[in-house]
Nanobody
Framework: QVQLEESGGGLVQNGGSLRLSCAASGRTVSSYSMGWFRQAPGKEREFVAAISRSGGTPYYADSVKGRFTISRDNAKNTVYLQMNSLKPEDTAVYYC?????????????????WGQGTQVTVSS
């Protein structure tokens, strides 16, 4: 079992940047594929990005491709989401999640462990 805790959210202006962190405790994060999801008020949870256990072959939603970068530091048991060129439509609670699947997936149901989320608000 792994516990996940997100940090780094906040209020940023349109076009700004933020870096989210997801710190893992318990089992080492290198045992899992990791993903970031987001949920805006009144909307379903949406896939943002995923990264394999080794850190290779990241996978992004089309809406964030070219603006967001997912990375991981297994030595620090931490996963990151660098968000650049932020837009008001990126406003949401961002969650990190851990999956035991080897193949990267965008399906929330394939992720077993979830953090509590961190709020990101982009002002226009």
């Amino acid at each position: 079992q792994v516990q996940l805790e997100e940090s780094g959210g906040g209020l940023v202006q349109n076009g700004g940047s933020l870096r989210l962190s997801c710190a893992a405790s318990g089992r080492t994060v290198s045992s899992y594929s990791m993903g970031w999801f987001r949920q805006a008020p009144g909307k379903e949870r949406e896939f943002v990005a995923a990264i394999s256990r080794s850190g290779g072959t990241p996978y992004y939603a089309d809406s964030v491709k070219g603006r967001f970068t997912i990375s991981r530091d297994n030595a620090k048991n931490t996963v990151y989401l660098q968000m650049n060129s932020l837009k008001p439509e990126d406003t949401a609670v961002y969650y990190c999640a851990a999956s035991q699947r080897i193949k990267l997936t965008s399906l929330p149901s394939e992720y077993r462990y979830w953090g509590q989320g961190t709020q990101v608000t982009v002002s226009s």
